[in-house]
């Protein structure tokens, strides 16, 4: 069973900066890329940033040059360092890995971690 822990959310105001942090277990198959994506207020999830295992990262444009995503791969980590933070990054954040069994690629799910900025 894969188990995540999340940490690093909490209340900033804008412009200052949060560090998120995920460590998945009890993964045996191998992990195709790891990341975040976030769910605001009365809206769907949607992509924050993920890395891929070969290092390509992918950002959703409302957060490139302010948040910078990285990976510990030995531990099945994942990091968010976010910079400049806007009110509109309020939202629960939930760990992502993508997990590559028997040729498909599924998607597993932290619990989420809720960012709020407000001044």
């Known amino acids: 069973q894969v188990k995540f822990v999340e940490s690093g959310g909490g209340l900033v105001q804008p412009g200052e900066s949060l560090r998120l942090s995920c460590e998945a277990s009890g993964i045996i198959f191998p992990v195709r890329g790891m990341g975040w994506y976030r769910q605001p207020p009365g809206q769907e999830r949607e992509l924050v940033a993920v890395?891929?295992?070969?290092?390509?990262?992918n950002y959703a444009d409302s957060v490139k040059g302010r948040f910078t995503v990285s990976k510990d791969s030995d531990k099945h980590a994942v990091y968010l360092q976010m910079n400049s933070l806007k009110p509109g990054d309020t939202a629960v954040y939930y760990c992502?890995?993508?997990?590559?069994?028997?040729?498909?690629?599924?998607?597993?799910w932290g619990q989420g971690t809720q960012v709020t900025v407000s001044s």
């Open positions: 890395v891929m295992t070969d290092g390509t990262t």
């Open positions: 992502n890995a993508k997990i590559y069994i028997i040729s498909q690629t599924f998607d597993y």
